[in-house]
């Protein structure tokens, strides 16, 4: 099994930064790709960023320009660098990675359990 932990989230005021991590651990075979994912309450989980182990990434429309994702491949940590927050961007974001664990070959979807982004007017 693959675990990802986040932190780094919390409460800020509109057009400040925050700067979440996602650190995995367990029995990593190999990490193909990390993203960062949100979801605000009555709304289906989003994408915001994704990084992949050739190194493209590619980004939501809405926090295009304003955040970056980011990776030290030797800590197996992804990081999300968020500016110019909105209150739009507030919503629980949620830590992803595709990767293969183990002895198996077979890729799969693992995920954190998640951290509160909070951005107050």
């Known amino acids: 099994q693959v675990q990802l932990v986040e932190s780094g989230g919390g409460l800020v005021q509109a057009g400040g930064s925050l700067r979440l991590s996602c650190a995995a651990s367990g029995s990593i075979r190999r990490i193909y790709a990390m993203a960062w994912y949100r979801q605000a309450p009555g709304n289906q989980r989003e994408l915001v960023a994704r990084l992949t182990i050739d190194g493209n990434s590619n980004y939501g429309d809405s926090v295009k320009g304003r955040f970056t994702i980011s990776r030290d491949s030797a800590k197996n940590t992804a990081y999300l660098q968020m500016n110019s927050l909105k209150p739009e961007d507030t919503a629980v974001y949620f830590c992803?990675?595709?990767?293969?664990?183990?002895?198996?070959?077979?890729?799969?979807?693992?995920w954190g359990q998640g951290t509160q982004v909070t951005v107050s007017s």
């Open positions: 992803n990675a595709v990767a293969t664990d183990g002895t198996s070959i077979i890729r799969r979807n693992f």
